[in-house]
């Protein structure tokens, strides 16, 4: 079991451009969600999803989309980055209903 | 808004002690309360998670107690070593009628020295 994968785990953009960051869980979770982690903020929740088709705002969604096209998948697209965007990203899975979650090891980005 | 509140926000303590981290938050209606061990750069793992009907969750030498009347919750370690020091953190899943999405503390980061 492989668990919640996040790809790239690094990566490095220019201002404006625009990159998608995936996820990918092979537990059956229905509930899937996207954060970030800066220094001295805490891990805040970006989008989540309660399953296929359906997503919606976490606390820090502007300049970011998602799509839940499948169970397994939760890409998020940064539109056009920018600086403010440079942050460790976090994939988290779990069932629906008050499960424990599962994290994904990060993807850190830096936007220059 | 709902907050989640850990304190100390760093510990260091010598091999051996006994150690109790606080995790706080401001809305008694929770899902449940999870807490992690984050080691730097790198993902959450997972340590203990309670329901919200639970009083408490034991793994090894992790005890994790909740009580929702006072919104509190917390991690006691015991026989600390230094393969403990990490960050923890306490992230309480909230009761607004969806998913119940983890709202975070920031964290206490602990050292143990040998």
């Known amino acids: 079991n492989a668990g919640v994968t996040q790809t790239p785990k690094f990566q490095v953009l220019k201002t404006g451009q625009s990159m998608t960051l995936q996820c990918a869980q092979d537990?059956?979770?229905?509930?899937m969600s996207w954060y970030r982690q800066d220094p001295g903020m805490g891990l805040r929740l970006i989008h989540y999803?309660?399953?296929?088709?359906?997503?919606d705002q976490g606390e820090v969604p502007n300049g970011y989309n998602v799509s839940r096209s499948t169970t397994e998948d939760f890409p998020l697209r940064l539109l056009s980055a920018a600086p403010s965007q440079t942050s460790v990203y976090f994939c988290?899975?779990?069932?629906?209903?008050?499960?424990?979650?599962?994290f994904g090891s990060g993807t850190r980005l830096t936007v220059v | 808004k709902q907050e989640v509140t850990q304190i100390p926000a760093a510990l260091s303590v010598p091999e051996g002690e006994n150690l109790v981290l606080n995790c706080s938050f401001t809305d008694s209606a929770i899902y449940n309360l999870q807490w992690f061990r984050q080691d730097p750069g790198k993902g959450l793992t997972s340590l203990l998670l309670?329901?919200?009907?639970?009083r408490e969750q034991t793994s090894g030498r992790l005890n994790a107690s909740l009580d929702k009347s006072s919104g509190r919750s917390t991690l006691y370690i015991a026989a600390s070593q230094p393969g403990d020091s990490a960050t923890y953190l306490c992230?309480?899943?909230?009761?607004?009628?969806?998913?119940?999405?983890?709202?975070f503390g920031k964290g206490t980061k602990l050292s143990v020295k040998p």
């Open positions: 999803s309660v399953g296929a088709g359906i997503t």
């Open positions: 309670i329901q919200s009907s639970q």
């Open positions: 988290a899975s779990s069932f629906t209903g008050p499960y424990g979650y599962t």
């Open positions: 537990m059956n979770h229905e509930y």
């Open positions: 992230a309480v899943g909230f009761d607004g009628g969806s998913q119940g999405n983890l709202i």
